[in-house]
């Protein structure tokens, strides 16, 4: 089972270089991050790949991996995407994966 989700960094996050670039890596999540649009095959983004903005933004495209067995609980996956620039950790986006057809308990 997969999700795929367009992640974009809040323009908050975003640097007001427009040269700015930031790499980023998941933690916590089986996922593959990627920089290809929803069509066709998905490369995946190396941990030292350096995103650059395009029209002051930056993309990322996350796609989800689930086992059968995480579907069955409510909460599925937790993690966090990361995101570097030169200087060190530079933003996080929390990612918390629920199935709302669980109920709770």
């Known amino acids: 089972m997969l999700f795929m989700k367009r992640i974009k960094p809040l323009p908050s996050m975003l640097s007001e270089d427009k040269q700015a670039q930031l790499r980023c890596e998941g933690e916590g999540l089986q996922l593959l991050l990627s920089r290809s649009s929803k069509k066709g095959l998905w490369r995946k983004l190396a941990p030292d790949e350096m995103i650059k903005q395009y029209k002051g ?47 709770l308990d």
């Open 57 to 103: 933004q930056m993309s990322v495209s996350a796609e989800l991996y689930f086992s059968p067995e995480q579907l069955k609980q409510r909460h599925v996956q937790q993690g966090k995407i990361k995101f570097y620039d030169a200087q060190g950790l530079y933003g996080t986006v929390v990612v918390d994966v629920i199935n709302s057809r669980v109920k």
